[in-house]
Each structure stands twice: as structure tokens, then as C-alpha cells.
């Protein structure tokens, strides 16, 4: 069983959709959650990260964390044209310097 | 604020070829520092991480190697390339007083290999 998967799409929504993704992982230690936007042919960018269980807001960004079942979410509401990228999720326990990635999700929002 | 650089943007080297590629942090002290490497459709795979000067740590036995000559300095490196090296080289940092778990990377390089 892979730490973290993640089903990397494409996922294609028109503009103004709710995008909605998702990781789930195996690690019932871990307690730090990222998500990361990457542009194609460049470097990932962190948008958001979250400790333990709960919900997190910043602007259209929504990330959720459910431990009980090793499941986290990131939902982007109103979607641009200009969020069009790969979204990876990323999550690590208390202490450690390595995160475990997913592969990433492809995201596509068609004007 | 903090910025991380990396260069060059883009490299093509032969098989058999050394390499070396830079990543530098502006705007913090005493930064933990990563090397990782992206292949299409495998993720992003740690190389290298460094938590001080002199210090590495090697998640994947390969022919490259990594070394920090100075605090916010961070080199990647090969006496001989493999095919299988190419692909997108990411330098990352967080910082080493709080939220070690936030990484911040840089541009990236492209790596092609022939």
C-alpha cells in the first residue's frame, strides 16, 4: 500500500465550479497536511497547510483533514481559468523533515 | 522575505558528463534544505536533505551527491551521468526554527540527459 495516493486526473470543470480533490494515506501518525498548486514547469507552491483533524479556510481555498479516515481534501471554490495546474498533496508527522507526497491531480477550468 | 534561487533553468548534457546545480536562499538563517527530483508521473522524490553546514542526509543510493559549503547554499551534483538522471531538479527550504513542515521550492531545473 502507497503512503499517500492521490488519483491524478485530468480533472476538467467548467469556470465558476467547485473543485474538489482529494488524498487519502496510510500513516495514521502523520498530523501536518499540505497542499501545493504547481504551473506547469515550475516549482510546486504551498497554498495551504493544516495540523491535525478540521477544516481550514483562506480566500477560495478550502482544505479539510478527517484522520479517522486517513482522508484530506482540498476544495477551491469559483474557479478560475488561472487555476489550472497540478495540485499535490503533501503530509508528514511531528518532527520529521520528509513529506510524503502524492502524485498529484491535474486540474483543467475551462472558460 | 525569503527567496530561493536556482540555476541554471534549463541544462542538456551528454551521458558520462559531470553536473552541478546550485540553490541558494536569501532572507533566512540556518535553513533546512532539500533536493528532490521530479519524474513525470513518479512524484516528487526527496534526493538529499541538509539541516546545517556540512550536514547531508541520502534518501536514494545514486550517483549523485549533495553538499552545503555555506549556510544558505545547497549544490547538487554528479561525476557521471545517467540516462535515467533526467528530469525536473527541485530545491526546497524550510525553516529550522518552526514549521520544518512548510517547504518552500524554488523554480526548478530541467534536466535532459542524452
Known amino acids: 500500500q502507497k503512503e499517500v495516493e492521490q488519483d491524478p486526473g485530468p480533472l476538467s470543470v467548467p469556470e465558476g465550479a467547485i473543485v474538489s480533490l482529494n488524498c487519502t494515506y496510510s500513516n495514521s501518525a502523520f498530523q501536518y497536511f499540505m497542499w501545493y498548486r504547481q504551473y506547469s514547469r515550475k516549482g510546486p507552491e504551498l497554498l495551504m497547510y493544516t495540523y491535525s483533524s478540521g477544516n481550514k479556510e483562506d480566500g477560495r481555498f478550502t482544505a479539510q483533514v478527517d484522520k479517522s479516515s486517513k482522508y484530506i481534501s482540498l476544495f477551491i471554490r469559483d474557479s478560475q481559468p488561472s487555476d489550472s495546474a497540478t495540485y499535490l498533496c503533501a503530509m508528514t508527522d511531528y518532527g520529521n523533515n520528509r513529506l510524503a507526497f502524492g502524485k498529484g491531480n491535474q486540474v483543467v477550468v475551462i472558460p | ?114
Not at chain 2, 25 to 31: A, C, H, I, Q, Y
Request: hydrophobic share 30%; charged share 10%.
Open chain 2, 1 to 114: 522575505s525569503q527567496t530561493i534561487h536556482q540555476w541554471p533553468a534549463t541544462l542538456v548534457q551528454p551521458v558520462g558528463s559531470p553536473l552541478s546545480l546550485e540553490c541558494t536562499v536569501e532572507g533566512t538563517s540556518n535553513p533546512n534544505l532539500y533536493w528532490y527530483r521530479q519524474a513525470a508521473g513518479r512524484g516528487l522524490q526527496l534526493l538529499f536533505y541538509s539541516v546545517g553546514i556540512g550536514q547531508i542526509s541520502s534518501e536514494v543510493p545514486q550517483n549523485l551527491s549533495a553538499s552545503r559549503p555555506q549556510d544558505r547554499q545547497f549544490i547538487l551534483s554528479s561525476k557521471k551521468l545517467l540516462l535515467s538522471d533526467s528530469g525536473f531538479y527541485l530545491c526546497a527550504w524550510s525553516s529550522s526554527a518552526r514549521g520544518y513542515y512548510e517547504q518552500y521550492f524554488g523554480p526548478g531545473t530541467r534536466l535532459t540527459v542524452t
